[in-house]
Structures are given as C-alpha cells and as structure tokens.
C-alpha cells in the first residue's frame, strides 16, 4: 500500500513537472515572439518619425542656412529640445554643408566660427548618397557607451535643399534609444514575471488536478493486485471523467466476470467429482459386497455384477460428455454441415425414444406445418440435440402426460417446438437450465441416470450452428423448449 502512495505520489509530481516544462517552453517561444514583434514595431515606428523630423528640420532651415544666418544654432537648438521633449530621448541635431563638413550642431552652441570642422563622409558612407539626393531610410546602431558598454542610438537622414541652389547640406538627427531599451526592458520582465507566477499556479493546479487523477488509477492498481492475489471479488468505485467512470465500469465488469468464471469452475469441479464419485462408490460397494458374501450363488453374482456394468456405463457416459464439452469449449470439434431436411430429422431423433414414452404411456406427437424445411447442419449432432431435449422432456414428465414437437418456418429460421405436460422448472432456475451438472429435480434425474450435461451439449451444439435455443415454463404445468436452427440460403 505504502509502496502504491509513493509510486502514484511521484507519477503527480512528474505531471505536474511535464507541465512546468511544456507550458514554461511554450511561455518562452511566445515571449521571444512577443517582445520581437514589439520591439520590431517600436523600432520602426522610431525610425518613422525620426525620419520625418530630418525632412521638417531640412524644410525649416533650408533658407536660413543658404542665407547663413547666425541664429540658425538657435533654431536647430530649440527644434532638438522639442523632438527630445515629444519623443522623451536626448535628440541631437547636424547641420553638413554639400562637403559633408559640419557647420552646426545643437550640442554645441557656438557659431561656426568656434566650432570644430569634420568631414563626415568617410565616417558615415550615407552622407554622400544623402548629398547626391538619394532617400536613406534611418538606422539604429550601438556605439560604445560608458564603463565597456553599448549603447543603441538611431540616425535618420535628410537633404537640405534650395530653390536655386539645389542640395546645399544634410541633416543629421541622432536620437538615443535608452529609454526605448529601459521600456523593452521593463516589458520583458513584465512578461517574465508574469510568466512565472502563471507556471507556478499551473503547477499547482496541475498538481491539485493530478491527485484527482491518479486517485482512481491508484484505487485500480489495488483493486488489480488483489485479483492477482486471488481475491476476485474486489469492486472499485471511480468518479471523475467519463474516460474514467467508463474505466472503473470496465474493470467492475471484468471482475464480475472472473469471480463468476471462478466460481463456475469451483462449481463445475465440485459436480463433476461428485458426478464421477458416485458411480465409483457403487462400484465399491458392489465388489466389496461380493468379496465378502459367503453365498456361492450365479443368480446374486449375475445381478451385482450387471449393476457394476451399469454403473461402468454410466461413469462413461460422463467421462464421454465431460471429452465432449471440453472439445467444444476448446473449439476443436468439427462440424461438417450438409442439407438437413428438418422434418427426416426429428423423425430420425425420436425413434430411440418412442420406446420411452411407450413404457410410460406418455404420448409422444409431431405436428409440421411445413415439411419441406431445410437447414444447414450436421445431422448426427442435431440429432443429439433432438434426443437430449426431447429425452429429458419424456423424463420430467408424469405417467401418462404428453409430449409433442412442433416444427414450423420463422423469419429466417426453422423452429423445433417441444412441449412437455411435466413438472415444469421454477422461475429462478430458468437461466441455470444450460449449466452443467444443474439438475430441477435431482434425486429424479440421477434414478433415471442422466449425466447432468445434455442441455449443456446441446446448447453448445446449437451455438456452432449458428442457432439459438430458449425455454419458457410454468412450475407444475409444463415446459416448452425452442431450437432455432437457420435455414439453408
């Protein structure tokens, strides 16, 4: 039992990880998803308005800078102040003459007087397709930043042109992109967060859900080591799903069925050495009594000695029975099936006992109301189910009664019809009327030497035929038994 707790305890813990990991996985694929997808988005729609911005500022300074007026430092100033204070990043602005030589730069306030002369082409290739008027889209690159660091900034790009000048500079807009990092960042975490605090209420759930699980499975794997132990009678009672009431349904079934098979055996068993026991126990006393008398007559040893034959044949019989049932259970008996004409049949079966219901004066009659009814079957073997049902009719029926056999065609089948005036069989023993050894009137059948097995063959016989065989009776009026054989196509 202990063992079932551990080994159920750690199958809950291992759903429980086999959720972790499968919902951990798929939260990871779908943050990477997630968080390139937006920062793809925030990305571009940087680049977009920066790329905007350089148009504007070139438009609004073009004829202050063919001009060269002085204040355009200021301009250029006050428009960086406003794109940083719209777009919350430090935003710095260049102005490049049609050299690529800086002229003005918002950093720096001072005129170009003061101001440190630098060709940008070599150091930024776009300049060059920029003053040749071409449209370059802006970019974001990570320049080395404080203490061994990155830092990610974007450029964005714009001629500044003239009327009657044509292209006399470039605009440069360099915008740092940390506040956009810290938010990605802040996103990220966010989603790592709360992708860890829903993995960890899945697994506790998952682990919640799993004991409702692995509670029927558990009670199951008892129920099965019982049985193996050899206590059949065991009944489990599984809620939950329908997967799994259906499960403990199946398994309730099964073990019905094995504890009746079981208990049919110990029955069959304990009948069939009773069966066998009492022939051999007349035996015995027959030849210990002959061993014993002192008597030296023929007469008395003629008669012990035929009942010991009696009892010889009967135990063979039997034995005979029992071959014959184990053969059919095992499916090793043969029936070869030929045109049997049903109305030659039953007049065949009843000959042996016609002679039966005579010496009892038992009337014994066959009514067909089609006589030209053929099925497909072996005809010896049906004629075994004929006799033995017929037999038992004319055994369990008093002196002087009736039994009749009528054959008549069903929807697809002919049917045999036999009816007793006898003792009839008590409801309760209906549905035992085809175990073996099973017996309404025991002490009866034994003094008449039947074998217990008759209805047993010919239930089995009819089967393989593809038929069926059913009986209705009233307790103290009589019996009737219907053999459904199927006709010959």
């Known amino acids: 039992m202990q063992t079932n707790r551990r080994i159920f305890s750690t199958l809950r813990w291992k759903i429980a990880l086999a959720y972790l990991v499968v919902i951990g996985l798929g939260f990871l694929i779908i ?15 940087k680049k977009l308005a920066m790329q905007k911005y350089a148009i504007e500022v070139a438009q609004q300074i073009s004829n202050m800078y063919s001009e060269g007026d002085p204040d355009i430092i200021f301009e250029i100033q006050e428009i960086a102040d406003d794109i940083a204070q719209k777009e919350g990043e430090f935003t710095r602005i260049l102005i490049l003459n049609n050299k690529g030589v800086v002229d003005y730069d918002s950093y720096n306030v001072i005129g170009p007087e003061g101001l440190l002369k630098r060709n940008l082409i070599e150091d930024i290739p776009e300049i060059k397709e920029v003053l040749e008027g071409h449209q370059i889209d802006a970019k974001d690159i990570y320049i080395p930043g404080d ?22 500079g470039a605009v440069i807009i360099s915008t740092s992109l940390s506040s956009t990092e810290k938010l990605l960042s802040r996103t990220r975490n966010m989603l790592n967060l709360y ?28 129920g099965i080591q019982k049985m193996s132990q050899g206590h059949l009678d065991q009944r ?17 079934i099964m073990s019905e069925k094995l504890e009746n098979l079981d208990k049919a055996r110990n029955e069959f068993v304990s009948n069939a050495s009773h069966e066998l026991k009492t022939p051999l126990s007349s035996m015995k006393i027959l030849t210990e009594s002959l061993l014993h008398m002192d008597i030296d007559d023929p007469a008395i040893y003629n008669e012990f000695l035929t009942d010991i034959d009696n009892e010889i044949d009967r135990l063979n019989a039997i034995i005979t029975d029992l071959l014959s049932l184990v053969h059919m259970d ?9 045109e049997v004409v049903v109305k030659d049949l039953i007049l065949k079966s009843i000959k042996g006992v016609q002679i039966l219901a005579e010496k009892r004066d038992i009337e014994l009659t066959t009514t067909f109301s089609d006589e030209e009814l053929v099925v497909d079957g072996d005809e010896m073997k049906l004629q075994q189910v004929i006799i033995n049902i017929v037999d038992n ?8 009664g009736k039994v009749w056999i009528e054959v008549y065609k069903g929807l697809d089948s ?9 003792i009839g069989i008590p409801k309760e023993d209906i549905q035992k009327i085809f175990d073996r050894f099973f017996r309404v009137d025991k002490a009866r059948s034994r003094s008449t030497g039947g074998t217990g097995l008759g209805l047993s063959i010919a239930h089995k016989i009819v089967l393989l035929h593809d038929g069926n065989i059913h009986v209705t009776s ?16």
């Open 31 to 45: 943050n990477i998803s997630i968080m390139e997808i937006f920062e793809k988005d925030m990305i571009k729609s």
């Open 147 to 168: 203490s061994n660091s990155f830092k990610r900034v974007m450029y964005a790009y714009a001629p500044i042109t003239h009327d009657e000048e044509g292209i006399i």
């Open 195 to 222: 992708s860890a605090i829903i993995s960890i209420s899945i697994i506790i759930i998952s682990f919640i859900i799993s004991s409702f699980i692995t509670k029927p499975l558990n009670e199951l794997t008892q």
């Open 236 to 252: 489990v009672n599984i809620t939950g799903s329908k997967e799994l009431r259906q499960l403990g349904q199946a398994f309730n």
């Open 330 to 338: 095992d499916g090793d008996i043969y029936i070869q099936k030929d």
């Open 393 to 400: 009719a004319i055994k369990y029926t008093p002196d002087g």
């Open 414 to 422: 002919a049917i045999i019809k036999v009816t007793d005036t006898g």
């Open 474 to 489: 009233k307790e103290g009026k009589g019996t009737t038994f219907y053999i459904e054989l199927p006709l010959k196509a």
